[in-house]
């Protein structure tokens, strides 16, 4: 699976962007997706993650209630739509996917549960 993302930019505080992850090579119906982000000399932290088959969405506390993850199989396209951005938010955004293992449920933002990663998004709020 090959995955490309798009949408990241400059933004002010309070502010939205809305990125998008394609994904080629089968369809991501069959796959649990990831977003997350990474700033210099930081673990790599999931933000967002959806189980595309049931549309089960998971966020981590700093995004819930501002950013929304979402799967549209047709398009084969998994999308973060950030609302009232903050600095804090900066960062490279990276989309990711693997198969759902079992153990999935028990950690949608780990990064060791997925295979699978995109080259990654700039997004800066100041």
């Known amino acids: 699976v090959q995955l490309v993302e798009s949408g990241g930019g400059s933004v002010q505080v309070g502010g939205s962007l809305r990125l998008s992850c394609v994904a080629s090579?089968?369809?991501?119906?069959?796959?649990?997706m990831g977003w997350f982000r990474q700033i210099p000399d930081k673990e790599r932290e999931g933000v967002a993650a959806?189980?595309?088959?049931?549309?089960?969405?998971f966020y981590a506390d700093s995004v819930k209630g501002r950013f929304t993850i979402s799967a549209d199989s047709a398009k084969n396209t998994v999308t973060l739509q950030m609302n009232g951005l903050k600095p804090e938010d900066t960062g490279m955004y990276y989309c990711a996917t693997d198969t759902c293992p079992d153990t999935w449920y028990q950690g949608p933002h780990d990064k060791k549960q997925y295979h699978y990663w995109g080259q990654g998004t700039q997004v800066t709020v100041s």
């Open positions: 959806i189980y595309t088959e049931f549309l089960n969405t």
């Open positions: 090579g089968d369809t991501i119906s069959r796959y649990c």
